[in-house]
């Protein structure tokens, strides 16, 4: 039987870093920074993306896809994003390789293959796609675009962590172009919703929906709403962004359209993306010290069945009814496996499906087959029960609704419990050392103080939550007068 | 109304590339041989992709994600397939843009931020996998691995054309381990023939399987098979290969697995793959001179509904039955698109949607309303007939059955036309210049003569058929003896 994972509350970072390869969800690579996400990992990021991608399509999105590689000229032209990206670009110089004729079977950059112009590989696509769209636009009826493409970028991160800030990473990005401001404000708002939507009830994380304050802006928006989930540690993380970027990128890349009524006026934009960077929201939002825990949605193995026996005799036996318990369930929707591998224990299997997130656990042994019935466990609250064999195929797909929702409870109530109010920056720092989890405070406004609670706490602005109240009151950090309370956190 | 394609017969290549664009499928962007993939082309490779992923995962494999970036010391591992890809491999060298001090507002590489070691844009994942299964194999237990990624990958070719070549393109790419020999040649095997199968009964274009000689191999492969389709301008056109690499990678990263038995041995590998390659053989195998024809497996809109009308008192009576067509064609997994909108004549809609290639067009006028009935034209044969209303749901969904089969049957036809058997070199040169497609001869065997075949030429072995005959006979150019035909063409 193999290790167990370091609990959460003796090393959280060890802990994640444990469970995401112990789970085979991911691992790193020989490339500084950049993962492979095993297949158990992809096929719950496959999952997402089937889902998020259904919404997008039921809202009117089409996918596209644009070049890995900006040439230079194009990155730089839009200025504020080019400066946000430009100190983590990974760069193409040459396209070529030749034998070095100093070491006999190696290889060296060709100089003679130098690019007129370097390549950036993307860390976002707004340049390429402005670009584009540049000869797409020409009059009001060319407009909204509404693009989605399923792609990698690279950001050259210095300090990397599998899922959470990889040099690489596979993400969703959607850029629209409109007519009017107040068709690109609905379409940042439409994204936002649909992001915070899919994350609620699809991967049972809650959220909070907000806007970001000018520091913590997109470079290159004019606005940035956001999703913002809470760890088991008390660490904020961003789930997705969704950017209302005004005319900036159409004035960047001089795109007009002819309106309906003679004029000739600059689009207006947004964009929006989620990554893989959701896999650690989930790990960290679900799981516990004997491994991930994963919402019945998002597994690629909802029911697992072990036989216990002795001899093939009763493994037989068992396989029968294991296998009538798999065709039941796999006729209503429900993806089932029967680990029937002779060479590995049954200890060992419910510890690697408990690793795993398996949400049920179907036990079969000689016993239960006199009783007709099955041992079945849950895995996120760990409960054993004895059932018959025949309540299965109408209790298992209740369960696994059930599980969903207990999962999005149990999270939302530890969320709940960990959104503070606090009036003084002493209450501020001691909450935020002793307790963790978003604070709700007052704040003046100023980048001042914000870069100052920053640098002395590591706590940011996570957003201006929608539902804010307005009310009077004053900064914790100035004392200067403030109007509504902003949501800090430590986050990822 | 739009300016017409230039017809096939008075510049094949003109046509392809007019049709590429016009047909909203792909268009050339800012970056040198990187194509922008429009929504509408997108659609239909999110058709194959849904397919061809649906069958991998039906034969056992599962999907994961490796790092875009290949180090050039693992890239240079496996030498021949190192040797194979040098010469066309995007190279990062630098991970960092900075401002340009001489310039305002423009950025340069910035110097200071030289990788230590270079970085390969993966051509192909080979080194970069076999260095990670290297961790993952460690006895008979652990094999066979069954894994595909879908993924771009970069080619520095210098002549580029929308989907048929591209510095950039989207493909997947299966790389299997095997504890013996034989199942490795199993499974080079499956995929060839499952990729056959795909191509003809999905995309309804006849293939011929074979395998590669020895100078069309893939670059550290032991033996390529293939599948080649042929094009309507007389070229071939290899749409898919399997390879069966040996042992090659698992000797390079040395990659052993401890035996039943308790011995160790190297580990026997495959790998295989298709790309937007396919859009191009796709084209080229049913359009004609309106645009694009497609099958209806592939089509985004399988029926379109055009009302031809006066007024909006009309349009009105024409959508209440357009909507209905819609809704109850829709109900049974037809997708169709009403096209209403209200600033574009009928026949602009009728030229747009042949140069789609949506499958089947229905136009509804006043005098259709009378009489309850409907024009329904046929993309393919472009024959036009009046069907009652009432008729169409029975009717289509067995029209879009009958015109998928007839794209095959058209294409078929016309690729058995284009296999001629020859016995001399003169008659050889001859079919290829006057009538082109396959040519079936003699060869014997060896490079020298495939070589000086190719430089006369310009016609490549395409393949030897799996079901070439044993049979005695002399080679076309040198005259030794061989045993058996293969297949010249010149290909794209």
Redesign the interface.
Known sequence: MSKKLTKREVDYSKWYNELVVRADLAEN???RG??????YG??IW?KMKEELDKKFKATGH???????????S???VE?KN?EGF??????????????NPDEA???M?DPTAKLEE????RPTSEA?IW??YKNWIQSY?DLPIL?NQW??V?R?EMRTRLFLRTA?F?WQEGHTAHATKQEALDETLLINNLYADFVEKFMAIPVIKGVKTASERFAGAEDTHCIEALMQDGKALQAGTSHFLGQNFAKAFDVKYATAEGGLEHVWATSWGVSTRLMGALIMTHSDDNGLVLPPNLAPIQVVIVPIYKGSEQLEEISVVANKIKADLEAVGISVKFDNRD?IKPGFKFNDYELKGVPLRIAIGPKDLEKQQVELARRDTLEKSFVPQTALIEMIPALLEEIQASLYNKAFSFRDEHITAVNSYDEFKTVLKEKGGFISAHWDGTEASEEAIKKETKATIRCIPYDTKQEEGSCVYSGAPSTQRVLFAKAY
């Open positions: 690579s020989a490339v950049c993962m492979i996400i095993k297949p992809f096929a496959e089409q996918n596209a896809y644009f070049p890995l590689f900006v040439p230079k194009l990155f730089e200025e080019a430009a100190k983590e670009c990974a760069v193409v110089t040459h396209y070529r390789l030749k034998n079977g190696k290889l950059v370097e390549l950036v590989v390429i670009n584009t009826r693009i792609a990698n690279v050259w690489e596979l060479n």
